[in-house]
């Protein structure tokens, strides 16, 4: 049975395998804003923070994006923030906003996060990433997942701040 989350209430089916927390991550090749591919996901021998977000040009995924900018300066992670966006808006959003502390990339040229479970697959985002973070440890298990059940909510900071400072 297909994962589901809901867009403002109305239920979307979202495409790919289920990846829980105990899985190895798959790795994924996505695109980052100077155009260069970078592989997520895998055994790296460092944590990675992986967060998809439907599109870098709305409010709650501009807010998201800048909090894990933010929060997650300093720490000894990997982190990329993956959207549909083309690398170009990519690149003059990180710009705009000041992102430098992690990796803003795109996952329109391969469309490997649907290997991660969080492609929308129906309704008015078909094709499109859904909300979600995974934390990978460096050996390439997956130590955290959250899908967030709404769309247009931001996922639990709190909680992947607690998963990092386990590790």
């Known amino acids: 049975m297909a994962t589901t989350v809901t867009l403002k209430g109305n239920a979307v089916a979202l495409a790919g395998p289920e990846i829980n927390v ?5 790795e ?20 990675q923070v992986i967060i998809t977000v439907p599109s870098l040009d709305t409010p709650v995924c501009e807010a ?9 300066a300093g720490l000894d992670v990997d982190v990329t923030v993956v959207s ?6 990519e690149k003059r959003f990180c710009e705009s906003f000041n992102i430098g502390n992690i990796t803003v ?17 129906e309704g008015a985002l078909k094709g ?11 050996e390439g298990k997956v130590v955290y997942k959250q899908i967030v059940p709404e769309i247009t909510e931001e996922p639990n900071y709190d909680d992947v701040l607690a998963c990092l400072k386990s590790l």
Request: hydrophobic content about 45%; aromatic content about 8%; proline content about 3%.
């Open 64 to 72: 998201e994006t800048k909090k894990f900018n933010d929060i997650l």
């Open 28 to 47: 994924a090749v996505v695109v980052a804003s100077d155009l260069s591919e970078k592989t997520i996901g895998g055994a790296t021998g460092k944590t």
């Open 22 to 26: 105990g899985d190895r991550a798959p």
């Open 128 to 138: 499109i990433l859904a909300r979600a973070v995974f934390v990978v440890n460096g």
């Open 84 to 89: 549909m966006d083309l690398p170009f808006a």
């Open 105 to 121: 990339a795109s996952d329109f040229r391969y469309r490997d996060m649907e290997k991660y479970g969080v492609l929308i697959a």
